[in-house]
């Protein structure tokens, strides 16, 4: 187990070191405004604030956590994309200006206590709003490219994890179409009511909170299994696994939040079908985390392991 951890290391570690200084940027700023959040979360603890509401500060925390950790997992998986050194500084680049100022202007204005979206009650409020819309926009655009060029990218990269690329690109797609139908669902509402806005939009929220990280568990889970001894065909069924039970549960939130049914007060079917999707995605890491954890050391050496978690190229039958 000692071996298999210090080897997931150095493939972390590798990201970094083997990393371009847009990358390496990348890193850093999600980790700020991943601590960020933190630092909002405790506050907003002591303080005993609201922790509902269009002005709560459990906006600025969670988008710094959320900002912070996809910047720093689309820096990660984007790593083994093929990317020429224009496209991945503007691609990259733009998105770390983006996540930033969307995180800023949501802190920013939950200082102030004023709502950040739907707020057009002052020229200034206007302009955060708009800004915040603009930069929405930006990052639905680039992370379409991001999207586009790992359908492209073959690469070393194994098809196990060149699917959980592409999936957990389309799902992050999904993710900020959804965010994007919540922004001109409030833009309308806010016109006779902006308080009414906030609550009329929030009815998304929990499908754009599912959708919005599988870019991390799908490639992570690819990308866990290949400290394993198993063939590719082994570690493509159990991806498909982790990525049919997430699939499955990611549709039926999204049809209860487009029907308004509450997650938590759903149908018997639904609810099952949420189970079981859950089941299957949690079933695929329990899984890999064995196979990761428990293989048999004489089986597979330390050197093999680093090899294929540095490049994904274990294609075997």
Same mark, same amino acid.
């Given at each position: 187990?000692?071996?298999?951890?210090?080897?997931?290391?150095?493939?972390?570690?590798?990201?970094?070191?083997?990393?371009?200084?847009?990358?390496?940027?990348?890193?850093?700023?999600?980790?700020?405004?991943?601590?960020?959040?933190?630092?909002?979360?405790?506050?907003?603890?002591?303080?005993?604030?609201?922790?509902?509401?269009?002005?709560?500060?459990?906006?600025?925390?969670?988008?710094?956590?959320?900002?912070?950790?996809?910047?720093?997992?689309?820096?990660?998986?984007?790593?083994?994309?093929?990317? =020429?050194? +224009?496209?991945?500084? /503007?691609? !990259? &680049?733009?998105?770390?200006?983006?996540?930033? *100022?969307?995180? @800023?202007?949501?802190?920013?204005?939950?200082?102030?206590?004023?709502?950040?979206?739907?707020?057009?009650?002052?020229?200034?409020?206007?302009?955060?709003?708009?800004?915040?819309?603009?930069?929405?926009?930006?990052?639905?655009?680039?992370?379409?490219?991001?999207?586009?060029?790992?359908?492209?990218?073959?690469?070393?990269?194994?098809?196990?994890?060149?699917?959980?690329?592409?999936? =957990?690109? +389309?799902?992050?797609? /999904?993710? !900020? &179409?959804?965010?994007?139908?919540?922004?001109? *669902?409030?833009? @309308?509402?806010?016109?006779?009511?902006?308080?009414?806005?906030?609550?009329?939009?929030?009815?998304?929220?929990?499908?754009?909170?599912?959708?919005?990280?599988?870019?991390?568990?799908?490639?992570?889970?690819?990308?866990?299994?290949?400290?394993?001894?198993?063939?590719?065909?082994?570690?493509?069924?159990?991806?498909?696994?982790?990525?049919?039970?997430?699939?499955?549960?990611?549709?039926?939130?999204?049809?209860?939040?487009?029907?308004?049914?509450?997650?938590?007060?759903?149908?018997? *079917?639904?609810?099952?079908?949420?189970?079981?999707?859950?089941?299957?995605?949690?079933?695929?890491?329990?899984?890999?985390?064995?196979?990761?954890?428990?293989?048999?050391?004489?089986?597979?050496?330390?050197?093999?392991?680093?090899?294929?978690?540095?490049?994904?190229?274990?294609?075997?039958?």
């Amino acid at each position: 187990m000692k071996t298999v951890m210090q080897a997931m290391g150095r493939s972390l570690r590798r990201s970094w070191d083997e990393g371009t200084r847009i990358e390496r940027t990348a890193f850093l700023v999600g980790g700020l405004l991943f601590l960020s959040g933190l630092v909002h979360l405790v506050i907003l603890t002591i303080s005993g604030g609201p922790w509902t509401g269009p002005i709560s500060l459990r906006k600025a925390t969670t988008f710094g956590l959320s900002f912070g950790l996809t910047l720093a997992t689309v820096a990660w998986v984007t790593h083994f994309i093929q990317l =020429g050194t +224009v496209a991945r500084r /503007v691609l !990259l &680049g733009g998105f770390t200006i983006a996540c930033v *100022v969307e995180t @800023t202007l949501v802190s920013m204005q939950a200082w102030r206590g004023v709502p950040s979206h739907f707020n057009f009650s002052t020229p200034f409020d206007a302009a955060v709003a708009g800004t915040l819309a603009f930069g929405g926009m930006a990052i639905v655009a680039l992370t379409l490219g991001f999207t586009l060029s790992a359908f492209r990218s073959v690469g070393q990269n194994s098809p196990s994890m060149r699917l959980a690329m592409r999936f =957990g690109f +389309v799902t992050l797609m /999904v993710a !900020l &179409g959804v965010g994007a139908a919540m922004i001109a *669902v409030g833009v @309308t509402t806010s016109q006779s009511d902006p308080e009414l806005a906030y609550t009329t939009a929030g009815f998304l929220k929990p499908a754009h909170a599912v959708t919005m990280h599988a870019i991390l568990v799908i490639p992570g889970l690819a990308w866990l299994l290949t400290f394993t001894t198993w063939p590719e065909r082994t570690r493509m069924r159990i991806v498909q696994l982790g990525a049919g039970g997430y699939l499955v549960l990611s549709v039926v939130v999204l049809v209860e939040a487009i029907t308004k049914v509450p997650p938590l007060a759903a149908p018997l *079917v639904p609810t099952l079908l949420s189970i079981v999707g859950l089941a299957a995605l949690v079933t695929a890491g329990v899984i890999g985390i064995y196979g990761a954890l428990y293989r048999r050391p004489e089986v597979a050496g330390d050197q093999e392991i680093t090899r294929d978690a540095r490049s994904f190229t274990d294609v075997g039958a």
